[in-house]
Structures are given as structure tokens and as C-alpha cells.
């Protein structure tokens, strides 16, 4: 399974942006988010990678930072094999690299060494 994250970029505080992460690979009997939980993580510069937002594949359960609760939303497109995450009311404390991460799985965890599958990040700059 291959991950592609995309969407950063630099934006102004207040403003919206959203990222996508397209699952590649897996076999023609199982698609490659099957049976998976896909988590976003973020590492802004001096800091270490922390969890932003979850969802569970089977049943589309999330969960979400304390930071990003209402502003951000992680979603899934079954047809694309991809999960977005919506970011509204972006502040300038939101400024890092975003990836995205999956595992086997049907909870989501907020462990990031537990998660098998990265993609590269995309880089999400926020100013005052």
C-alpha cells in the first residue's frame, strides 16, 4: 500500500485548506484502505510528530486532537481510496508538515509507531 498526501500550501490565518490522501496498491478482492484506520499527523519545525485526526475505514468512527476539534474534519471516499481532511479557521500554530498514516486496524490510535503505512508529508504554512 502507497500513501500520496497532497493540498499545503501557504495560506492566511482564518482561511481553509484541504488535504488528500490517495491509497495506492492493495490486491482486486480487498481495496488498499480495507479493513484500515487512516490518521493525520503533523510536525511543526523543533517539534515532534503529533496526532491530528483518525478514521476507521469499516465504520467511518473518528477522532480528533483537542487542538483541531471543530475546525478540522477527516473524512473518506470509498470510490477514490482517499481520506481528506477539511481545515477551517486555520492559525498560524497549525503551521507544519501534515501526513497522513494508515494500519490494520479497526480503532484509531493515536500512536504514531503503531501506524505501517506514510506518505510523504505536505507542508501547510499558516500566517498572522
Known amino acids: 500500500v502507497q500513501l500520496q498526501a497532497s493540498g499545503g500550501g501557504l495560506v492566511r490565518a482564518g482561511d481553509s485548506l484541504r488535504l488528500s490522501c490517495v491509497a495506492t496498491?492493495?490486491?482486486?478482492?480487498?481495496?488498499?484502505?480495507?479493513?484500515?484506520?487512516v490518521n493525520w499527523f503533523r510536525q511543526a519545525p523543533g517539534k515532534e510528530r503529533e496526532f491530528v485526526a483518525g478514521i476507521t475505514w469499516s465504520g467511518g468512527s473518528t477522532d480528533y486532537a483537542e487542538s483541531v476539534k471543530g475546525r478540522f474534519t477527516i473524512s473518506r471516499d470509498d470510490a477514490e481510496n482517499t481520506v481528506y481532511l477539511q481545515m477551517n479557521s486555520l492559525k498560524p500554530e497549525d503551521t507544519a508538515v501534515y501526513s497522513c498514516?494508515?494500519?490494520?486496524?479497526?480503532?484509531?490510535?493515536?500512536?504514531?509507531?503503531?501506524?505501517?503505512?506514510w506518505g510523504q508529508g505536505t507542508l501547510v504554512t499558516v500566517s498572522s
Open positions: 496498491g492493495g490486491t482486486l478482492s480487498e481495496r488498499p484502505f480495507s479493513k484500515r484506520v
Open positions: 498514516a494508515a494500519r490494520t486496524g479497526f480503532m484509531v490510535s493515536k500512536t504514531a509507531s503503531v501506524y505501517d503505512y
